[in-house]
C-alpha cells in the first residue's frame, strides 16, 4: 500500500513521520541529532531511501548527513564548503562591504535522476555540489561569481540560497532564489547564471524595479509546467509564465502578501497554497488566526482554508522551506509552523489536522510518496 | 592518577562524543610532539566526520566557541605548534575541548 514519509527539519533536531496512504495514522521518529539545528532534509527522487540532511550549530559548524536507508540510521558525510577563489565581498546591512563568509546549509536538492548527486544552498549565498553522495563539495563560483555580486545585501535571516528547482524538462536549467538577490536562472548546468527579476517592486532599496535586490523567499514550480513559476517575494506573490523572463502580481484578494513559503497542488498546475502572514514586523498570521490560501486559478482569487487550524490566539509563522506536497490521488498538504505543530492535509487543503504539536520550532518539511 | 606514556587522553563536548559514537575519553596515540595542532590530527585521523567541528578544515584556526582547556590552563590561545604540559603528553590529565559557555 502506498504511504508517504514526511522529513522535518527543526531547531532541535529532525524527525522521520511516516503513514500509510490514508494519512491518518502516524509513526514518528526523532529526534535525530538532538540539539543541532537541522536547516533542511531531503530524499534523493531517485532513490526513495537516499536522503541527505543539513546538520549544524554555532559552535561545531555544518555537517551533512546521510542516509541510506529512508532515515534509519545516518554517516557523516564531507562538510567543507569552501568558496572557489577570492571570495570577495558582498553588502553588508548598512551598505558597506562585507567580506563572504561560509555560515550553513539553508537548502538541499537532490538531482531527479541520479542518487549521488546533490546541490547545497548556503548562507552566504553560493551554490554548492556533490557528484559523491555528500562526501565532496564544489562551488558553482558562476552564481556568486555574477558581476552583480558585489551588491547583493543579506536579509534578515541572512544572506541566504534557499531556493533550488531543477527543470525536470530542460536538463541543465535550475533556478536558485537568495535573499535578498532575487531569482537567478542557469540554462547551462550552473555554469553561468543571469538575475530573473524583471516585473518585481521592491520598496527598501533605492530602486524598486532593480535587476537584483529584491527579497525573494520562495519559489515554486509544477513539474508538468515548468515554464510557470510562482514566487512569494517579502511582500507580494508573483507569477511568471515565461520561465522567469518577467514577472506579474497575483496577490489579488489575499489580505496580506508577506509570507514565506509556496507550492503548487501535485495534479493541478495551476492550483497554489500561500501562508500570509500579517506583516514584515510582525510575523505571524492576520487576527491570530492560522489559514492557509488556495487560488486554483493560478492567482488573484484566493480562499481560506481553515477547518482543523487555529482560528484564535494563533501567533506562529511558517518558514520558507515548511511547506510541501505529496502526490497520492488525493494530494496531500503539508506545513510547519515555529510552534511546532506539524499540519497534514490528506485532501488537498480542505480540512487539516496536527500530525504532532509540540515539536522545537520547525525549519523545514519535505514529503516523499512512496510506492 | 598515571597515564599511559604515549597515550593523550582526549574529553570531547557531548555533541562531538555523538557525532564520533564515542564515550567517556578518547585515547590517542599521538606521534612526535605533543602539541594541540599534533592532537588535533590525530584526533580527526581517528574520527574523521569530527572534521570542521573544532577547527576550520582549511586553515587550521579554532572556532570561535570552542575553548581547549587542560591541567586547569585555558590553552585557547596558545600556539598550535606550542607543546602541551608534560601531565597532558603523559596521558596523567585530559585535554578538554570545551564548547563556549552559551545558552540556548
Given at each position: 500500500m502506498s504511504g508517504v514519509r514526511v522529513l522535518v527539519g527543526t531547531r532541535k533536531g529532525a524527525f522521520v513521520l511516516r503513514s500509510d496512504g490514508k494519512r491518518d495514522r502516524w509513526d514518528i521518529s526523532g529526534p535525530?541529532?538532538?540539539?543541532?539545528?537541522?536547516?533542511h532534509l531531503k530524499g534523493s527522487p531517485a532513490d526513495q531511501d537516499r536522503l541527505y540532511a543539513s546538520q549544524s550549530n554555532g559552535w561545531f559548524g555544518q555537517l551533512i548527513q546521510r542516509s541510506d536507508d529512508g532515515g534509519a540510521s545516518w554517516e557523516a558525510v564531507g562538510n567543507d564548503f569552501s568558496y572557489q577563489g577570492e571570495a570577495g565581498t558582498h553588502q553588508w546591512y548598512d551598505g558597506t562591504p562585507h567580506p563572504w563568509e561560509f555560515a550553513r546549509v539553508w537548502h538541499l536538492e537532490p538531482s531527479l535522476d541520479d542518487p549521488d548527486t546533490v546541490y547545497a544552498g548556503v548562507e552566504d549565498a553560493g551554490l554548492f555540489r556533490s557528484a559523491d553522495g555528500g562526501k565532496h563539495w564544489e562551488e558553482l563560483p558562476g552564481l556568486r561569481g555574477h558581476e552583480s555580486g558585489p551588491s547583493w545585501q543579506p536579509g534578515a535571516g541572512g544572506m541566504c540560497l534557499h531556493t533550488i528547482i531543477l527543470d525536470p524538462s530542460l536538463p541543465g536549467r535550475i533556478f536558485t532564489a537568495i535573499s535578498a538577490a532575487g531569482a537567478f536562472r542557469s540554462d547551462d548546468g550552473g555554469q553561468t547564471w543571469r538575475p530573473v527579476n524583471q516585473g518585481l517592486r521592491s520598496e527598501?532599496?533605492?530602486?524598486?524595479?532593480?535587476?537584483v535586490g529584491h527579497c525573494v523567499h520562495r519559489l515554486a514550480m509544477h513539474p508538468s509546467r515548468p515554464s510557470v513559476l510562482y514566487m512569494q517575494k517579502h511582500w507580494d506573490v508573483m507569477r511568471s509564465d515565461d520561465a522567469g523572463e518577467s514577472w506579474h502580481e497575483i496577490s489579488g484578494d489575499l489580505p496580506t502578501d508577506f509570507g514565506f513559503p509556496i507550492d503548487v497542488h501535485a495534479h493541478e498546475p495551476g492550483t497554489v497554497y500561500v501562508v500570509p502572514i500579517t506583516s514584515d514586523s510582525h510575523h505571524f498570521p492576520p487576527e491570530g488566526k492560522l489559514r492557509v490560501y488556495r487560488s486554483r486559478?493560478?492567482?488573484d482569487e484566493w480562499e481560506p482554508l481553515t477547518r482543523?487550524?487555529?482560528?484564535?490566539?494563533c501567533y506562529v509563522n511558517v518558514l520558507r522551506d515548511a511547506m510541501a506536497v505529496d502526490s497520492l490521488d488525493s494530494c496531500g498538504i503539508y506545513f510547519g509552523t515555529t510552534g511546532g505543530q506539524v499540519y497534514a492535509s490528506s485532501d488537498a487543503g480542505d480540512s487539516w489536522a496536527p500530525i504532532v504539536r509540540d515539536l522545537p520550532a520547525v525549519l523545514s518539511v519535505e514529503v516523499q510518496t512512496l510506492p | 592518577m598515571t597515564g599511559h606514556a604515549d597515550v593523550v587522553r582526549v574529553a570531547l563536548p557531548a555533541h562531538l562524543r555523538t557525532l564520533a559514537r564515542v564515550q567517556g575519553e578518547v585515547e590517542l596515540q599521538v606521534p612526535g610532539r605533543v602539541t594541540q595542532c599534533a592532537v588535533l590530527d590525530a584526533l580527526e585521523a581517528r574520527y574523521p566526520m569530527l572534521r570542521g567541528t573544532i577547527r576550520d578544515q582549511r586553515t587550521g584556526k579554532r572556532r570561535a566557541f570552542i575553548r581547549f582547556f587542560a591541567c586547569e590552563e585555558?590553552?585557547?590561545?596558545?600556539?598550535?605548534d606550542a607543546p602541551l604540559p608534560e601531565a597532558v603528553a603523559a596521558g596523567a590529565e585530559p585535554y578538554l575541548i570545551v564548547g563556549a559557555m552559551a545558552g540556548g
Open positions: 535525530h541529532f538532538p540539539g543541532w539545528e537541522i536547516y527598501g532599496i533605492p530602486d524598486p524595479a532593480a535587476e486559478t493560478g492567482g482543523g487550524l487555529p482560528q484564535e490566539h | 585555558d590553552l585557547s590561545h596558545e600556539q598550535p
